[in-house]
């Protein structure tokens, strides 16, 4: 993916729009042979600046987990109001998500970056490392109630 598609689809996702990626691929070979392409390079650079810019959105996820700290501080005692104890109790759940996407958003650009400085990781371990990220912060049951269902 060139770095400029890579900057777009992440300032897509800084405006809360959904987009779609499409993967530029080579047209299926007509001959019936399967090997490799010749042409088919890896830029060492470019794992490593996705992973560094993966890794860096742990910043602007720790200011607004400041932010949410400091929105809660206010709240004080929450007994005997119900409302404010729903408040804490989604405060909490946010706090927790909202940290393991930063954990993920580590170990994730991590990963990249590690890919890329050496580049001697078969697909297959790239994959079986990202499987392990995926059941590592695997989202939980909503709180406060049931999903509904598709």
């Known amino acids: 993916m060139p770095w400029d598609e890579w900057e777009g689809l992440k300032a897509e996702a800084a405006q ?7 993967l530029n691929q080579r047209p299926a070979d007509q001959g019936g042979g399967g090997g490799p392409s010749e042409d088919l390079k890896s830029d060492k ?3 490593v600046r996705a992973g560094e810019g993966v890794t860096g959105l742990k910043a602007d996820i720790g200011k607004a ?8 501080a206010g ?12 408040q804490a109790e ?8 909202v940290g ?6 580590g170990e994730l650009g991590g990963l990249l970056e590690k890919s890329g400085h050496d580049l001697a990781k078969s697909d ?16 939980t049951e909503a709180v406060g109630g049931r999903a509904p269902k598709e």
């Open 124 to 139: 297959q371990a790239v994959l079986t490392d990202l499987d392990q990220l995926k059941v590592k912060y695997a989202d």
């Open 100 to 105: 393991d996407v930063s954990s993920r958003c």
């Open 75 to 86: 709240l004080g005692d929450t007994a005997g109001c119900q409302s404010a104890a729903a």
């Open 90 to 97: 989604l405060y909490d759940s946010w706090k927790k998500y």
């Open 45 to 47: 650079k470019v794992w």
């Open 65 to 72: 987990l400041t932010a949410l700290e400091n929105g809660q």
């Open 16 to 22: 809360g729009r959904s987009t779609r990626m499409q």
